[in-house]
């Protein structure tokens, strides 16, 4: 997005709590660390923001963004509208100037001069010789580096109105056991911000106000509140093979675990296997999950494709396992850093054969938490792998969600699983046998007692577990897998409905698009644009999800892929038609804005509708598409 | 996978071992293998192997891959928990049933196409860790299952049916096993019941991966004149170097051989194997030693078998992941969730 919509100036006073900036560094160079102060300090003053980061599949040297935004009403989505760039890499000057709005401002690092085709003439340029200064102040190479993009964030400080106790407290606990370095993280942050104070003009109109101190809120990721979920959900094996955007599930798993299931003595309360390869770790959590144990893996896309076979032996032979697939964008390797929500169509039906799966679509780090709980539960009630779909946006990012909260009452549910006693009970145990008419057969774990012993396998079997070719044996089996399936429908994480009076039209999403769609029918909405909405969490579809699509004519079915493969699973398994669900896509990488579902859905409301509100059609769609959006 | 189930027939004066059950106990459905085929003769001697330790059958759990031995965790041990999974990763299914449940006995059974092909890698793994478990390959050099193509331990110049030569090298497990740093590795011979038994006992008792690579002719596919995978070559060929010997707990080691000639082995519940050595300067818990006579002896056209390589206290998956006692599957919820105060406290430090 360039800044090539009309623009100008914007009343002052609604710039105070609601803009965005981006932050263009080298990755590697420590500017992590400032843009999480940065995030961190605004959250602390009460101000509802977010921060994505934008960066390379590479460790060190190439060009990495983060961006902020700030939104006293809390739309967080990602915004491509940016007032403000710091220009910190100067390998990518030329992007970011173009990347400022009109009458936006680049701040950048004078120690050099500025090269003449980067000036532009709608825009405002700060500048703050910060290698110089560091050179000054700083005495090892590296250190000047690190200290460099520390100071940038003071120098913001000054400039958007950073509370500066509030980031010298963040340092007191980041550093709180390296006092050295703490002085020196703060001489760099003071030294920034006292530049900017009496060299440039402070502070912007861009400006922060602390809000009520917020400590209803929190900043997490989503792979941290999924490895929390898999701590509470009292899952003790993890399986795995290092993966972006996935390997921070079980880096933090491994982290909660150390504090929360190691005894003093040393002795652990769960195994963290690093498998050589995700097929493998498939089979680790579908051995561990057939012996009773809560077991799941952390992958992405091409995880998934690793663990097929195995997938589809836990469908059939009727395995409970929990599958985390962290989304990046594909096809193949893709761009491993860049989000997407492309794995949909893959996980639905993963493996070949006649297979469906129970997935979940958490839309943010709140609910990955909750739906983690659920799906274990789910895994073992129905005794089938379960995925929880999230993506790199959400699982990466830093979010602003509520608190978790825990209810001490919860007890988990493990299922039909027959004890010795219960086998005692019964003439003989047969393993797959519907007794109570659910489609669920009872099962029982190895080493238990004989009575209980059967042989699990892939190949054609009846209900009592053995072997089949016959065909009745065989498909009542299978046929009883959809009954299950169907029963399972009404226990999954409900949709979220929201129906507004005089909606003239449905937007229907899952996951991360929530944030993005919201906005969007909040600035239609003020433009008397009314829209349900519908965000679906989990597969197979319920039918509230069917009955509401059935009550629209005009249906826009958000996905972030190209293929549409969301809208596509409607058609699939709804009785909607097709051409009812028009398809609004986004896959270039970045995570979905409110301008992307706009610029789709304003066309054709356009079109279709008999505005007696002149509102939105005299409006021209860049109005709508404002500077803040 | 056909399996039959057995008649059921009671014959009266059965042996019965010290928990009073009989080789019957011990048994599973009916093979439905070819006659003859080696995979047979070793579940024979695995259900021996097993009455003979008196281990309760259903704290037993069968693994298995795809292929005929895979198919065989059915015919030994109807009741025990068995897992006929998909071809070539039985290894980790094991290892997370291993890491779910350490108390229990596991079993794997594998075949060369199965461990060597495409579940190679699984293997090697499997070793890395040190699974406690009895691993055997039932090994034909031949995909029996698919109807007799070469497999990764086909030797070279070796026939097929249809006469023609095998040109790809072999994997040798055992030498695989040796430099991999399995801690318990043999081999043995299908057609050799007093060697294999107590390799199977001793398996079965080590503490971490017992590797046993069990030469088993495949009598439709790979049992004809050229085919160094038959019983005719194999029984010429078969050179053994260390006998193994079995002495339950308390026990008293029978002094009927050479002093020298025995080596006491006590594994990590107490029990002794004591191995008999055809060498005395054979040395079987030296892993250069054992890797260099292997050579030596394939060199000369020989296949040595016994217990050739043993670790006596090595670290399991469970000793190095330090997991607690309690096998973790049977931990309660209220030893694994936190609770609602500390993830209260948690979010303090996410704000
Ligand atoms: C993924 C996959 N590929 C191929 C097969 C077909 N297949 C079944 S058994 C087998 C070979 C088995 O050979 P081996 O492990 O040596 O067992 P044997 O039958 O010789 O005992 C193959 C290739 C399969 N079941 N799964
Ligand atoms: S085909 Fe070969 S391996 Fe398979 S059962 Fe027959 S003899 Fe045994
Ligand atoms: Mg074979």
Redesign the pocket.
Known sequence: MTGTDEGGDLPTESRVNDFAFRVATVNGTGSASANGLILKAIHRMGVPVSGKNVFPSNIQGLPTWYELRVNRKGHLARTPKFDLIVAMNPSTYAVDVAEVQPGGWILYDDSWPLSKTLIRSDVTYLSVPFARLCVDKFAGSRERVLMKNIAYAGALGALIGLDMDIVRGLLEETFSRKKALLESNYVAVKMGYDYARTHLDCPLPIQLDKMEPDSRHILMDGNTSIALGCIYAGATVGAWYPITPATSVMDNFTMLCKRFRTDPDGSKRFAILQAEDELAAAGIVVGAGWMGARAFTSTAGPGIDLMCEFIGLAYYAEVPCVFFDIQRTGPSTGMPTRTQQADLLSVAYASHGDTKHIALFPADPEECFRLTVEAFDLAERFQTPVFVVSDLDIGMNDWRIPRMTWDDDYFWDRGKVLDEAELAELDSFSRYLDVDGDGIAARTLPGVSAKGAYFLRGSGHDKHGEYAESEDGYQEVVDRLVRKLETAKSALPDPVIERREGASALLVCLGSSDGACREAIDLLGSRGLVLDLLRVRAFPFSRDVEELLAEHEIIFVVDQNRDGQFRSLLVNETGIEKSKLRSVRHYSGTPLSAVHVIKEVLPVLDSHLDHTAEASLSAHPADLLGSRV | MTSITKPRIRIPKLDRNALGLTRMDYEGSMST??A????DSITAALTHAFFELALPPHRAVKLSGIG??SKTTAYFLSQAHGFNGVHGRMPAVASGANAAHQELTYIGISGDGDSLSIGLGQLCHAIRRNVNMLYVLEN?G?Y??T?GQFSASSDVGSKSKKGEPNQDGPIDPVAMALTLGATFVARSFSGDKEQLVPIMMAGLRHRGFAFVDVLSP?????DHEGSTKSYTFIRKSNSEVVGTGFVPIQEQISTQYEPGSVRPVTVHDGTTLYLRKVDASYDPTDRSMAYAYLKEHQDRGEIATGLLYIQEDSADLHAREKTVATPLRDLTFESLCPGAAALEDLMDEYI
């Open positions: 293998l070819c003859g085929c080696g995979h005929c031995s034909n031949v029996g299952l109807k495949c009598v439709t596919f790979n």
